[in-house]
């Protein structure tokens, strides 16, 4: 592998409640056996109906007393919380798990490019989503469903996967050997989420309206590995009780 090329999937229409991805990214981009097919979760979310109004939430009293130290509406507090499996910290803002696995601020939940008072949630089978509409594509094509994450001790955003399928999320270098003929034993690298790193630098962020991209030329695992770290053996989120 010595090079690979990325590109945008131009002339997506917005996308609403019932259209199939696969079939529109096809209409609009010529894909190859091999592609990765990027997808940003927005556009998963709005295809499977995951907008709401955020008058549909009723407050619980743990949403309000949040939703007061973060001076955000209660609401908005209330949707994450039924969108998380656990809340990691609540100050100075809201990191949690959501019931897929995905640690992230406010469950993911986005409330950009979908109307004055309501939000969009993540999907909520991210995998079946990957799944369905990789089944969708007429070649034998991977695809990653993206979204926009913080990381721990740097600033800024970067694209990660939420879900994958026919794609290894994960390649193993343990038991192979440096330069100097040392075994390697620990390293496993996260290829899903440097590709969707690639991806998402394309997309865009805000009003691009991009929000697909391929990957090409790519050598890639067709299966292995997972990104969402085991709970018994997260030891940083052992440690959040303590700080």
């Not at 690979?4 to 079939?23: K, Q, T």
Request: net charge negative; with cysteine; aromatic share 6%.
């Amino acid at each position: 592998m010595d090079s690979v090329s990325c590109y945008l999937v131009r002339g997506l229409p917005s996308i609403r409640e019932g259209d199939d991805l696969a079939a529109m990214i096809q209409d609009r981009f010529p894909l190859r056996d091999g592609d990765v097919v990027c997808i940003a979760s927005t556009v998963v979310s709005k295809a499977e109906g995951r907008s709401r109004k955020l008058g549909d939430y009723t407050p619980s009293p743990r949403a309000t007393e949040i939703a007061g130290r973060l001076d955000k509406d209660p609401r908005f507090v209330q949707a994450v919380l039924e969108e998380s499996e656990d809340v990691l910290f609540d100050r100075p803002f809201l990191l949690v798990a959501t019931k897929f696995g995905h640690i992230g601020v406010n469950a993911g939940i986005d409330q950009s490019n979908v109307g004055q008072g309501r939000i969009l949630l993540l999907p909520e089978n991210p995998k079946a989503s990957a799944d369905r509409i990789r089944w969708g594509l007429r070649t034998d094509c991977a695809v990653i469903v993206t979204d926009t994450c913080g990381r721990a001790f740097r600033c800024g955003v970067a694209g990660v996967a939420i879900a994958w399928s026919g794609i290894g999320a994960l390649r193993d270098w343990r038991g192979k050997r440096d330069r100097e003929g040392r075994e390697l034993e620990i390293t496993q690298e996260a290829i899903v989420d440097e590709i969707a790193g690639m991806a998402n630098f394309l997309m865009g962020e805000g009003g691009d309206g991009t929000p697909v991209a391929v990957v090409r030329g790519l050598e890639y695992p067709k299966s292995g590995g997972g990104i969402f770290r085991p709970r018994d053996l997260d030891v940083i989120r052992d440690r959040l009780g303590e700080i």
